[in-house]
């Protein structure tokens, strides 16, 4: 049993290894940009952060990391920032037309890559691999409540 566990848990890992790296490489080749400002534009697609330290804080970044990254795509066009006007001392980011036709080349490719990562699967069979990477992400969430020096990633 030690071993099967072993081999499911290092399979596991391996096919999130890749899939990350797949995902990265496309997207750095289709749209030209990096990892980082992928992530950043696709988080401001997703969520309405109020300022540059929400975004640091949802990221788990720095504010200067973030203020660099969101210079550089506000250079490229993909982002602009606008004065807030109850509150100048804050700006708010959004997209442009550029950063959401990343947004939606990106949506796409990733459901491309998540049909091919299927391919071959009957109905059934994915069905039955979704109950049981639920039941391990049930038996995480376990692990993390019952051991609270476990970091969350909320």
Do not use: C
Request: charged share 25%; hydrophobic share 35%; net charge negative.
């Amino acid at each position: 049993m030690e071993e099967i566990i072993k081999k499911a848990t290092m399979m596991l890992r391996y096919r999130d290894h890749e899939h990350r790296r797949i995902i990265e490489q496309l997207v750095q080749q289709i749209t030209g940009i990096s990892h980082s400002q992928h992530l950043l534009l696709m988080q401001l697609s997703w969520f309405d952060f109020k300022s540059q330290k929400e975004i640091a804080s949802k990221l788990n970044i720095s504010p200067a990391a973030v203020t660099m990254s969101l210079k550089k795509l506000e250079n490229e066009g993909y982002v602009q920032k606008n004065i807030n006007p109850k509150d100048t001392r804050f700006n708010f980011v959004t997209l442009t037309e550029k950063g959401q036709n990343i947004v939606s080349l990106s949506t796409e490719l990733f459901e491309s890559i998540d049909h091919k990562l299927f391919e071959g699967f009957s109905q059934e069979e994915i069905q039955d691999l979704t109950s049981y990477l639920e039941r391990i992400i049930t038996n995480l969430k376990d692990l993390e409540a019952n051991h609270p020096s476990v970091p969350s990633e909320e």
